[in-house]
């Protein structure tokens, strides 16, 4: 489902002129929000928003929310896609025996573990690097505040103190990671933010780009304290298709490690760059019910139900609104309701939408992205669907494919996503991001991916990459998987 529809449609409630002067800088921004060059477009726009007139600024914000919310949408699927995919990875890696095995790997199996909520077998990676001392410092620095995590959550404080207290808080970068770790393990009483902002005043200087362990510490920080604007700052430095760390096995192999929790960091960072802009957008009259049905969005993506209840009721309730939106938003409030406990009213809501005549696809596909995102089964409206797909021709039926696609792929049913998923995208430009949404791309690549088809999801990646380089985490866990399956001893390595 093409979301930039809605806003195109919405155009005229913005008092916006309906031509723009080509240099305007909302205009520019929503042409690479389009072609879904959401960074370009975020940053363009931020530096622009000081020169704009008064008049213009909430149709500016609300543009900057609708860019941020997807980024985070995208973010957050690309998190999952890799959370599982590393664990795969990384898993093989450390079955290796004798010299072929990493040294490196019990690290970031470790934090993968730690990041997927098992401290426990966690710990047994993360001390047995720690222990190693012919292991870089850094590194081990960053086994450690992990480790204490680790201990942390499961309520050894003592412990987990211990560790900590053991570590040099002389570098920037382990000031950074024990930023992080503080943060993740809820002790705000260490100050993270004091920490995180001693690690970057150290930065300061032409051309210092902070490491990638170094970024992630900060990230976790300023992704959840209400820091997005330092969040932001920090990203447009970063490097973010760099590694944490490149291990040399032999002459024709080396291995990059990464941090999966770097792409949350971010989806949360952008999620709440959303909310802040969308509440900014509020505040404007003429922009104010727009920004409602993407603030309502955001709210419940945040975790903030009884927010979005609030404003997607406001939504819902204006009769200037089309019709069509105020069904969907009708679809999302009744996901709300379903997460505060009435169950039966929010599935009797979407039963009797799915019946609605004339029948419309994306109304559809928006109950089953609903019924997705709260992994419950909903059998009958995907039935509905399964019929209305197998009727319907042309890109109308697009969206409708994808989030049917998408909602087997929740079931593991892989076999019945791919084909659905491949309907759904655009045939002459199949892995473009300008010609489809980037979360079914990344869905499609993890169908690929379970399915074994390794090739197809490359494609993908190497396409997204272009755009979004932290997807480059993925294409060398996928490569070196591929690698290992087909005994291959050369450098996993992507151009």
């Known amino acids: ?11 005229f409630l913005l008092h916006i002129p309906a031509t723009y002067a080509a240099d305007d800088p909302v205009a520019k921004a ?34 900057l929310g609708m860019i941020y919310l997807r980024n985070a949408e995208l973010h957050r699927a690309l998190y999952q896609a890799s959370l599982a995919l ?38 047994n990676y993360l001390e047995k690097f720690a222990a190693d001392e012919s292991i870089d410092p850094r590194s081990r620095a960053a086994a450690k505040a992990a480790a204490g995590s680790c201990y942390a959550l499961q309520k050894n404080s003592a412990r987990a103190d211990e560790i900590w207290a053991g570590i040099d808080k002389n570098d920037p970068e382990t000031k950074a990671v024990l930023a992080g770790a503080f943060k993740r393990s809820g002790l705000m009483d260490r100050n993270p933010g004091t920490l995180a902002d001693e690690s970057v005043a150290e930065l300061k200087g032409p051309g210092r780009v902070p490491s ?78 727009t920004a409602g049905y993407y603030l ?63 029948e419309d696809p994306d109304l559809l596909a928006e109950i089953l992205l609903s019924c997705g995102r709260l992994r419950i089964d909903c059998p009958t409206v995907a039935q509905r669907s399964v019929v209305a797909v197998e009727a319907g021709e042309g890109k109308r039926y697009a969206g409708l494919n994808i989030a049917l696609g998408r909602y087997y792929q929740g079931k593991k049913n892989y076999t019945k996503a791919v084909p659905l998923l491949e309907a759904g995208r655009d045939k002459g430009n199949k892995n473009k991001i300008a010609s489809n949404d980037p979360v ?56």
Do not use: C
Not at 307 to 319: D, E, L, M, P, R
Not at 448 to 456: A, D, L, M, N, Q
């Open 86 to 123: 590393q664990q795969d990875y990384l898993q093989k890696l450390a079955s290796a025996r004798g010299r072929n095995r990493s040294r490196y790997v019990d690290l970031y199996l470790g934090e993968l573990l730690l990041e997927s909520g098992k401290p426990e077998p966690a710990l």
């Open 212 to 289: 990638m362990r170094q970024v992630k510490g900060l990230l976790t920080v300023y992704a959840s304290t209400g820091q997005a604007d330092k969040g932001l700052e920090l990203v447009l430095r970063a490097d973010l298709k760099g590694f944490s760390h490149r291990e040399s096995m032999s002459r024709t192999k080396v291995l990059s490690f990464y941090s999966v929790s770097l792409l949350n960091d971010l989806a949360q960072l952008y999620l709440q760059a959303a909310v802040a802009a969308l509440e900014k957008a509020g505040a404007d009259a003429k922009v104010r019910e």
């Open 296 to 358: 309502g969005e955001a709210y419940a993506l945040a975790g903030n139900i009884d927010q979005s209840i609030k404003v997607t009721a406001g939504f819902i309730s204006s009769s200037s609104m089309p019709q069509q939106y105020r069904d969907r938003a009708t679809v999302r409030q009744a996901a709300n309701q379903y997460q505060k406990g009435r169950q039966f009213d929010a599935i009797g809501t979407w039963d009797d939408l799915s019946k609605k005549q004339p």
């Open 440 to 495: 079914m791309l990344v869905s499609l690549a993890d169908a690929y991916y379970r399915t074994k088809k390794f090739s197809e999801a490359l494609e993908i990646y190497f396409e997204m990459s272009k755009q979004f380089p932290q997807v480059r985490q993925l294409q060398e866990a996928l490569q070196g998987i591929y690698a290992m399956e087909h005994k291959s001893a050369g450098d996993v390595k992507i151009n």
């Open 30 to 63: 929503m042409k690479l929000y389009e072609k879904r060059h959401y960074a370009d477009a975020a940053a363009a726009l931020r530096a622009d928003l000081p020169s704009l007139d008064q008049g213009r600024q909430g149709a500016a914000q609300l543009t």
């Open 1 to 11: 489902m093409k979301r930039v529809i809605l806003f195109l449609s919405f155009v």
